[in-house]
C-alpha cells in the first residue's frame, strides 16, 4: 500500500501470521535543490496506531511516532547505527545521484500475531507533515506492508511507549507481568554516550527474575560488553535497553533518576514490550503448535490415519478457543 503526504488510508491485513510491518520511505528530493537529506526527512511527524480487532474487541498493540517505533524495532541492528550516523545527511540511503532515496523502517510488533477468521490487524497513519519543500511530494511516499510468516502466536504482544516530561527528575514506574523488554529511547540524536549527554543518573529494577540498582558507569559497561566493537555502543547515545529477556519478568517495577537537564519535550521515551498470556491464549498457541507439527509430518510422508486425526483434534481446540473463529473439522490453522 502507497501512502502519499496528507494520506491516511489504513493498512488492513487479515488471514495471515505476521511479525513485522515495512514502512519503505522512497524519497525524491526537488530537481534543482541539494540533493542530500538533511532536515528534509522527519519521521518523528508521523504517528502510526498498530491495533488488533478480535472478538468484537479493539486492542491498540503501539501507538506513537514512527521514528519511536522504528528506534525501538531497529536497536540492535545495522541499520539504527546508519541512522545515529547519518542523522543529518541520511547519505546511507540514497540510491541515485539525483538526490533518490530508500529508507527502510521496519517495525517489530513484538511477537507474532496469527490472524485468523474475522481478525484482521489495522494500521493507521497521521501522514500530514514528515517532508520539507524540498522533497517531492508526488513522487514520494510510504510503501507500507506486512511481512508474512509463520510463526505461533504465544499471546498478544504490547508494546507500551511513554513519553517522559520535560526537566523530568524521577520516574517510577509499573512494568507488571510477562515483560521481555524495557527500553529508554532518546530520539535527539546529537546526545552522545558520554556523562555530560546522560539521562539518568541511576536506575532500579525489581521483578521475580531481573533486580538491582545501576548507575551510569554501570549501565555503559553493561552496553560496552554487549556489542563487538565500539562504534557500535557508540552509536547508540542515550539509548538504553535496561531489560531483554526471553524468559519474561514479572511483577517488574522500575525507578530512574533523570538528569534533568538532559530530558527534553518529546525527545525521551520509555518503552515497554509485554504479553496479555491468559490460559485461554496459551491453550490457544498449544494447539497451533501442535496443529503446525503435525502438517509438517504430513510433508513428509509420514503421517498416517492417527496424526490425521490428532491433527483435525488439536484444530477443532485451536478453532473453539480463538474469538471469533468457528470449530472446524478440516485443519485450517
Known amino acids: 500500500m502507497l501512502v502519499y503526504?496528507?494520506?491516511?488510508?489504513?493498512?488492513?491485513?487479515k488471514n495471515a501470521k505476521i511479525r513485522e510491518i515495512l514502512f519503505k520511505a522512497v524519497i525524491q528530493m526537488v530537481s534543482g535543490t541539494n540533493s542530500i537529506i538533511t532536515g528534509d526527512f522527519d519521521p518523528s511527524k508521523i504517528t502510526v496506531k498498530v491495533s488488533l480487532h478480535r472478538g468484537g474487541?479493539?486492542?491498540?498493540?503501539?501507538?506513537s511516532s514512527l521514528l519511536v517505533m522504528w528506534m525501538r524495532s531497529a536497536y540492535k541492528t545495522g541499520i539504527f547505527q546508519s541512522f545515529r550516523t547519518a542523522a543529518q545527511a541520511w547519505s546511507d540511503f540514497a540510491i541515485s545521484a539525483s538526490g533518490l532515496y530508500v529508507v527502510p523502517m521496519?517495525?517489530?510488533?513484538?511477537?507474532?500475531?496469527?490472524?485468523?477468521?474475522?481478525?484482521?490487524?489495522?494500521?493507521?497513519?497521521?501522514?500530514?507533515?514528515?517532508?520539507?519543500?524540498?522533497?517531492?511530494?508526488?513522487?514520494?511516499?510510504?510503501?507500507?506492508?506486512?511481512?508474512?510468516?509463520d510463526g505461533i502466536e504465544a499471546g498478544v504482544p504490547y508494546i507500551r511507549i511513554e513519553a517522559i516530561e520535560n526537566g523530568a527528575q524521577r520516574l517510577s514506574y509499573d512494568l507488571g507481568d510477562h515483560v521481555e523488554e524495557c527500553m529508554l529511547?532518546?530520539?535527539?540524536?546529537?546526545?552522545?554516550?558520554?556523562?555530560?549527554?546522560?539521562?539518568?543518573?541511576?536506575?532500579n529494577i525489581e521483578s521475580d527474575k531481573v533486580k538491582g540498582s545501576f548507575n551510569y558507569p554501570d549501565m555503559l559497561e553493561r552496553r560496552m560488553q554487549e556489542w563487538e566493537f565500539a562504534s557500535q555502543w557508540q552509536a547508540r547515545g542515550q539509548n538504553w535497553m535496561i531489560?531483554?529477556?526471553?524468559?519474561?519478568?514479572h511483577n517488574g517495577k522500575l525507578d530512574v533518576n533523570f538528569d534533568p537537564a538532559n530530558v527534553a519535550t518529546g525527545q525521551v521515551f520509555l518503552v515497554v514490550k509485554h504479553f496479555?498470556?491468559?490460559?485461554?491464549?496459551?491453550?490457544?498457541?498449544?494447539?497451533?503448535?501442535?496443529?503446525k507439527n503435525l502438517k509438517s509430518v504430513h510433508k513428509l510422508g509420514l503421517g498416517d490415519a492417527s496424526t490425521h486425526a490428532k491433527l483435525a483434534e488439536h484444530t477443532r481446540k485451536h478453532a473453539a478457543l480463538h474469538p471469533g473463529l468457528n470449530a472446524v473439522a478440516s485443519p485450517t490453522a
Open 5 to 13: 503526504l496528507n494520506g491516511n488510508k489504513p493498512l488492513i491485513v
Open 57 to 63: 474487541k479493539m486492542q491498540v498493540l503501539q501507538s
Open 106 to 149: 521496519t517495525l517489530d510488533l513484538g511477537g507474532w500475531v496469527n490472524l485468523h477468521g474475522s481478525d484482521k490487524l489495522k494500521v493507521e497513519i497521521n501522514f500530514t507533515s514528515g517532508f520539507s519543500t524540498n522533497i517531492n511530494a508526488n513522487a514520494s511516499f510510504l510503501d507500507v506492508r506486512e511481512i508474512k510468516g
Open 185 to 203: 529511547i532518546c530520539t535527539d540524536q546529537t546526545k552522545d554516550f558520554t556523562v555530560a549527554s546522560q539521562l539518568f543518573t541511576d536506575l
Open 243 to 249: 531489560i531483554d529477556e526471553k524468559d519474561a519478568v
Open 276 to 291: 496479555d498470556r491468559n490460559p485461554a491464549a496459551m491453550q490457544r498457541s498449544y494447539h497451533a503448535l501442535q496443529v
